[in-house]
């Protein structure tokens, strides 16, 4: 299964987006939350993954955070919504957006999302209850540039958890480099400490 790619974004149009890696171009659909977060083409970029196989297709769908990506596996095993719906539903609410309006059983919410009639909200949020929120509430790290990934996967390698890493990323400059980051992210840590 292919779960991360990373590589030079070399062509966008929503909800796709062309993904160079090492010479191969992966085709990847994107919910509009990703594709708005997506650096300029010619860029570096990180998305994961989920791999869907049917009989007639091989499809690709990308996400910059885990939890959007944990979403649309949670969307997806519901009977009648597929990828598109999901993605729609992803595009249309960000993933606490999402959480809030399961927790609350609020179908207004959901049926504001172009393709989501009141019968697919309501089935929506009698499966999702109990499910999506405790997605949400686990630490996922945002893989917003190339260089917060390699950041972040260095903190861990050093033996802080996903939860310290996020928060030591927040604290960091959005251009900072891998190097100066990981000086930077490790002051945070230990000040914290």
Do not use: C
Request: hydrophobic share 45%.
């Amino acid at each position: 299964m292919i779960a991360r790619l990373t590589g030079v974004l070399t062509h966008k149009a929503p909800p796709f987006v062309l993904l160079d890696v090492n010479g191969v171009g992966y085709e990847v659909q994107v919910p509009m939350s990703t594709f708005y977060n997506l650096p300029e083409l010619g860029a570096k970029a990180t998305l994961l993954t989920q791999f869907i196989v049917r009989e007639d297709a091989q499809l690709l769908y990308g996400f910059l955070t885990s939890p959007e990506r944990e979403s649309f596996r949670e969307l997806i095993k519901i009977t009648g919504v597929g990828p598109r719906i999901a993605l729609a539903l992803l595009s249309g609410l960000n993933t606490d957006e999402l959480a809030q309006a399961v927790s609350s059983q609020d179908a207004s919410r959901l049926v504001k999302v172009p393709g989501i009639g009141k019968k697919t909200a309501e089935r929506l949020l009698l499966e999702l209850k109990g499910k999506l929120a405790p997605v949400l509430a686990t630490p996922g790290w945002a893989v917003s540039s190339d260089n917060q990934t390699d950041i972040s996967q260095a903190l861990i390698a050093l033996g802080y958890s996903d939860k310290e890493a996020q928060l030591a990323l927040k604290q960091l400059p959005p251009d900072v480099s891998v190097s100066d980051g990981i000086k930077l992210a490790l002051k945070a840590l230990t000040r914290g400490a």
